[in-house]
């Protein structure tokens, strides 16, 4: 397709033309997640400059600090995609329960969980952060608002009907899928919309790249720390040690990831004995893409996408990134065991 003169939009709206049953509500939904991440982008390019950094002295329901950043990205998510009539019902990170459509509002068919800003600790430090979206459809049959819709949210992966996310990084880019390829593009802040810049991405079958916090080690089970043990051999696959990177901000160690193969891992630990990364809003979203880009996603035992999830913010060890080293990862695991 002719890059230069393909946005967000137009690239959408051919692909929809594939589809003549599809109503647009679709397609607006995605054009106000575009507004959003365009708003939050702007955002996290001044937050040097203005008052909007630090912590507002509030802890979220992961007992986190919340950054002021954060709370911004939910408010304008929200804000934006509450009054698109598009929504039934969404899930953030930084809300506790599921987020209604106040009523003077139109509802519709789709649902939304987000982490509006992942990657928050790096904000200070000027690094790369992100936000991680998936679309399901709404589940109950009934009229959508009546009887809280957990069920709505409380949706297996391999449900969704889109996933996508942003990066805040040297540029700032919308990645997403809508189980037809995985398609990349990059702002152009002189014309102020996203050109397509990555058509058809596939990520390695084997990478050269293993990411993982590597201080929680001497709390790992005994088949991680073989695994990471072996990665770092040259009794690998590779015949020599895997490069480490590791931003800590799970988008941009995806992507990276994603572009140039590798793995990622969040494991559990002593501490962690579900893992750190939430399922339903980060692991679900990038397990779908990664599966469209030709890769995988486990829980070290399973497919994420078939995971049913029970909680909003239920948590899940992560391994995703470049089939046959996920795959590896599960032999390990099958063979040492996961217990911490
Ligand atoms: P969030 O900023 O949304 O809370 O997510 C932080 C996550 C994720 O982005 C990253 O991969 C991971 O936390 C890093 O955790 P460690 O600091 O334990 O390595
Ligand atoms: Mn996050
Ligand atoms: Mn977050």
Redesign the pocket.
Known sequence: MDRETTNLQHFLIEKQREHPEATGEFTSLFAEILLASKIISREVRKAGLVEILGLTGKINV?G?EVKKL?EYSLQVFVRVLQRGGSLCVMAS?ETEDIIRIPDKYPKGKYVLVF?P?????NIEANVS?GTIFGIYKRRSEDECGHDGNYEDVLQPAKNLVAAGYVIYGSSTMFVYTTGQGVHGFTMDPSVGEFLLSHENIQTPKRGKIYSV?E??YNSWSEGIRKYIDYIKSDKNKNGKPYKSR?I????A?FHRNLLYGGIFL?PRDKKAKNG??RLLY?AGPLAMIVQQAGGYASNGVKNILDIEPTEIHQRTPLFIGSKEDVLEVEEFIKKYGDEV
Not at 117 to 121: A, Q
Not at 248 to 251: E, P
């Open positions: 992961q986190e954060d990170e982490d800003l992942d990657g928050s600790s952060i916090n201080g929680n590791y800590g901000s799970l988008v160690d969040y750190k990364l980060e």
